[in-house]
């Protein structure tokens, strides 16, 4: 059985053999995931779309995860953001946790490599849509994991975290911090982080509130198929969505899905960036946070954005972000022609742009496109993993070692040019 996707650059629609079929296998599910350009879950032959993320999501996930993967950088239990998928044989639930934390080596499973299981920690964000869910339905399917040991529930509207350990007798205890003042405690990492670090630029008021019950999430109803779309149709349709998709000159984009080697490079690179920009003017955010371009009308969701506070600001929705001073974009096989060319064509409209960085997914190699004093675009490039990787609007500088470290890709760079050059390609 075939199953069509739109590729990148088309626009958004359904898979063709409909969702609402009874039932579809493991085999199958994987089959479409691996054509899919959204993410979705499975459970007992039932395929859900994964719901999308409000800004404050990022905002807390950046604060939680920067903070985590620096603090456990060499140690046995590494952080995963929400594109690792985890698989549950026990229960045959594959799903994307928003953070999960392996110990030791990601154990793969033979019917599909990119599935990882055994995780020890698993945090979730809540969200208005999935809060039920994630308390109720969801947590009995993360007790069939052999290695669980802590479930964390990160409120994102008001300040408040639940913290489900297993004690001595396998049952689970709860602990409820509802103060800024309070602190985190993942005891399998032995790491701790107060709750006004994690809530940090979210704005959030200090007070309880009452749980949301859970809806259904639905595609929107207006068709994608349709030539055009404004601007406000958009961002009511995205808001509604369960999926991410881009904007431009009227036309609805998916966003492509990303293999685990992109999830390993994303957590290197923006762990150290988090890391190095703690406490200063820059700040960066990962693939949740929508940029808007007015000046082309593109909404887009790059990999990693750094954001000056200082000229940071809001679109006309509330959820968008405009003026970034660096983009990064890992590439893909399927978006690596589009990143290269046609965005960053449209990128290049953004007033405050200083730096454009394309890391290859399928090769040691990075490109880095500066805007020099004569405002030209000017190209280095770096295929050594020996080489120091620079962001000078940050003062920020890494190794291709680092950034490539544990992936396939940290084995096979001797057989490449061994090179790094800046090069005179300018534009």
């Keep these: 059985m075939e199953y069509k996707y739109p590729t990148h650059n088309s626009e958004v629609r359904e898979p063709e053999v409909a969702y609402g079929k009874r039932k579809f296998t493991e085999a199958e599910y994987l089959e479409m995931e691996r054509a899919s350009i959204d993410r979705h879950e499975y459970y007992q032959g039932e395929i859900f779309a994964m719901s999308g993320a409000a800004p404050i999501h990022s905002v807390i996930f950046k604060n939680l995860y920067g903070d985590l993967a620096y603090k456990t950088k060499g140690k046995p239990c590494q952080p995963y953001g929400s594109d690792t998928r985890v698989y549950i044989p026990e229960n045959t639930l594959y799903t994307y946790p928003d953070i999960s934390?392996?110990?030791?080596?990601?154990?793969?499973?033979?019917?599909?490599?990119?599935?990882?299981?055994?995780?020890?920690?698993?945090?979730?964000?809540?969200?208005?849509?999935?809060?039920?869910?994630?308390?109720?339905?969801?947590?009995k399917l993360y007790q069939d994991i052999p290695t669980l040991k802590e479930y964390i529930l990160i409120d994102s509207k008001a300040v408040g975290i639940e913290v489900f350990r297993l004690n001595a007798h396998n049952h689970w205890e709860q602990e409820v911090c509802k103060r800024l003042s309070s602190q985190l405690e993942i005891r399998t990492v032995s790491y701790?982080?107060?709750?006004?670090?994690?809530?940090?630029?979210?704005?959030?008021p200090g007070t309880d509130h009452n749980?949301?019950?859970?809806?259904?999430?639905?595609?929107?109803?207006?068709?994608y198929g349709r030539n055009r779309f404004t601007m406000k149709e958009y961002l009511e349709m995205e808001r509604a969505s369960v999926t991410k998709h881009e904007y431009y000159q009227g036309r609805i984009i998916a966003v492509a899905d990303v293999e685990n080697i992109h999830n390993v490079i994303f957590k290197n690179l923006y762990r150290d960036i988090a890391s190095w920009l703690e406490n200063k003017s820059y700040q960066p955010y990962g693939s949740d946070t929508r940029v808007h371009i007015p000046e082309n009308t593109l909404y887009t969701y790059p990999d990693i954005s750094i954001?000056?506070?200082?000229?940071?600001?809001?679109a006309k929705?509330?959820?968008n972000y405009i003026?970034?001073?660096?983009?990064?974009?890992?590439?893909?096989?399927?978006?690596?022609?589009?990143?290269?060319?046609?965005k960053f064509e449209l990128y290049r409209d953004i007033p405050t742009l200083k730096e454009y960085m394309l890391v290859d997914s399928e090769a040691v190699g990075i490109e880095v496109w500066r805007l020099n004093e004569q405002q030209r675009w000017k190209l280095h490039q770096y295929k050594?993993?020996?080489?120091?990787?620079?962001?000078?609007?940050?003062?920020?500088?890494?190794?291709?070692?680092?950034?490539?470290?544990?992936?396939?890709?940290?084995d096979t760079w001797q057989q490449l040019p061994a090179f790094c050059h800046n090069a005179v390609q300018e534009s």
């Design 101 to 139: 934390i392996f110990c030791g080596d990601l154990t793969d499973m033979t019917k599909d490599e990119d599935n990882a299981v055994n995780p020890s920690v698993i945090i979730e964000i809540l969200s208005p849509s999935t809060r039920k869910y994630d308390r109720g339905d969801k947590f």
């Design 192 to 204: 701790t982080l107060s709750l006004q670090d994690i809530y940090e630029g979210t704005h959030l």
């Design 211 to 223: 749980p949301i019950n859970l809806h259904i999430v639905n595609e929107p109803e207006v068709p």
């Design 307 to 314: 954001f000056c506070k200082d000229i940071m600001d809001m």
């Design 317 to 319: 929705d509330e959820d």
């Design 323 to 342: 003026n970034p001073s660096v983009i990064i974009e890992i590439l893909s096989p399927s978006t690596r022609n589009y990143d290269r060319s046609t």
């Design 384 to 410: 050594d993993l020996m080489s120091i990787l620079e962001i000078k609007t940050v003062g920020f500088t890494v190794s291709l070692q680092k950034i490539y470290k544990d992936t396939r890709l940290q």
